[in-house]
């Protein structure tokens, strides 16, 4: 997230220093390499490190130095208990302290990590005036979220739909005004903590559309019914908007979950009872087991059998595995007695380390395949998990290869000629090739019963 800001600043014509603390990723930066996939990322950097906007430097003491806003883009990882773990946060601010202590310059210290509402107040500003040994004027705080997604990061930093500051005073929100004067976008001002309660709402209502579209997609197996006929139809009513109702495994990432977990906690802490909010995590889970679920039902006890998992990480588009729905459910498919097979265009290496043992093993009955052919070949069952376009096209060569040649299409992916080819048995998630063989329930009793 820090790079693709700190990039888009340069871009709009702000000059930007960055200081990140693992040397090998700025020895990357610097010879203009990035090292996440993300598209378009690594020309926005060259562009801009050749336009000398943007500078790595190697300590926090010279980024301080060079600079009047510091924004803040440090990690705020999930804690066991659902709250977000502010020890890396603290790490840094206490860093920065140190470094602020020794310049002469005013700054403003800008959080742009997802903090959740009231930290900026009431941790970072405390912490930074205590080690640094100083306040206002010469030092102040603000919140400033970040909204962009993996996948669409540059085009979300150089377009942003909306800019969202948390400030205390006209001058810092000048001052940030001025920073994002070259960027097309409106600029809405509220309190520190008001602008991370955006932040979180925000992602908490995309998971709540997920979820929501998930919980329709069971429904439309159930009926015999097809989740994206749906879903378009749902949302043409403005008042809904047909963006992000694209029914999945469950959603994943680095943020939806830790973020509803860490709102739903922060509201327990206020004395509230959330419970809408509460529910979206359950409620991803049960889709995944559902997903889960309809792999079984397409191939039987999984013992023996081979699964083809193609697309690992959490969606089409990034290398990022964290809250990847691939994991829990290739986990399942391994306890279940299954041999996987895995395949992603650019996440692979990062999924073998998010499985694999803290020793570097990776479980038995598990192959990494550098092409989707190598994949499928002698499976019982290819898993689309990812939408890659690589998957879509499924050429009969593969299906020929497969022990038997079904396909559960997590995502929809392949288009509507594939899915009709006699070559492949095709079962698409919220569609009623999903719902067949589902266990009877009474409901369906009840409705079969009806002349
Ligand atoms: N990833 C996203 O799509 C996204 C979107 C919006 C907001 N966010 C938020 O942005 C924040 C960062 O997320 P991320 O996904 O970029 O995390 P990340 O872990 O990918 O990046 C954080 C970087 O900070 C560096 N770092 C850690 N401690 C440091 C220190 N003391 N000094 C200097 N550098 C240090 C790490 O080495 C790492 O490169 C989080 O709060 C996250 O919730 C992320």
Redesign the pocket.
């Known amino acids: 997230?820090?790079l693709a800001t700190g990039l888009g600043f340069a871009h709009a014509g702000v000059r930007v220093v960055g200081?990140?603390?693992?040397a090998d990723?700025r020895l990357a930066l610097a010879r203009g390499r990035t090292t996440i996939h993300e598209p378009g990322l690594p020309a926005l950097l060259r562009q801009e490190v050749e336009s000398g906007r943007f500078r790595l430097v190697p300590t926090w003491d010279e980024l301080v130095e060079q600079s009047e806003v510091v924004f803040l883009?440090?990690?705020?990882p999930r804690r066991a208990d659902g709250r977000i773990d502010l020890r890396?946060m603290e790490?840094?601010v206490r860093?920065l302290g140190q470094a602020l202590k020794k310049s002469r310059r005013a700054h403003l210290v800008v959080v742009k990590?997802?903090v959740v509402p009231g930290t900026t107040e009431g941790l970072v500003r405390p912490l930074l005036e205590r080690v640094a040994r100083t306040g206002a004027p010469r030092l102040t705080v603000a919140a400033n979220p970040?909204?962009?997604?993996?996948g669409s990061m540059v085009r979300d930093v150089l377009r942003p739909e909306r800019v969202v500051v948390g400030v205390t005073s006209t001058q810092d929100e000048r001052r940030l005004r001025a920073i994002y004067r070259g960027i097309p976008s409106p600029v809405i001002v509220l309190s520190p903590t008001g602008a991370e309660l955006v932040k979180y709402a925000s992602n908490a209502f995309l998971a709540l559309k997920v979820s929501f579209v998930n919980e329709v997609a069971r429904f439309a197996e159930a009926v015999g019914s097809d989740v994206d006929a749906v879903a378009a139809a749902v949302g043409r009513d403005s008042r809904i908007g047909s963006k992000f109702l694209s029914a999945g495994p469950g959603f994943g990432g680095?943020?939806f979950e830790k973020d509803v977990r860490a709102l739903v906690a922060r509201g327990h802490d206020l004395g509230l009872r959330p419970r809408l909010l509460e529910s979206l995590v359950p409620s991803n889970e049960d889709q995944t087991r559902h997903a889960f679920a309809v792999i079984g039902r397409a191939v039987g006890p999984l013992r023996g059998r081979r699964v083809a998992v193609l697309g690992l990480a959490f969606k089409a588009g990034t290398d990022d595995v964290r809250e990847s729905r691939a994991l829990p459910l290739v986990t399942a498919a391994l306890r279940a007695g299954a041999e996987v097979r895995l395949h992603d265009p650019v996440a692979l290496e990062n999924f073998r380390r998010a499985i694999q043992s803290p020793s570097g093993r990776v479980p038995r009955r598990l192959r990494f395949c550098e092409r989707p052919s190598e994949a499928v070949r002698g499976a019982d069952v290819a898993v689309v998990q990812a939408a890659w376009p690589e998957y879509r096209r499924f050429p009969p060569a593969w299906t020929r290869s497969m022990r038997s040649p079904t396909v559960v299409d997590l995502r929809r992916a392949l288009p509507e000629a594939v899915r009709r080819r006699p070559d492949l048995r095709w079962i698409g998630l919220g569609t009623a090739s999903a719902g067949e063989n589902r266990p009877s329930t009474r409901g369906r009793r009840r409705r079969r019963g009806r002349p």
């Open positions: 997230m820090g200081y990140e603390v693992r990723v883009c440090l990690p705020t890396p790490q840094g860093e990590s997802t970040e909204f962009l997604a993996e680095s943020c």
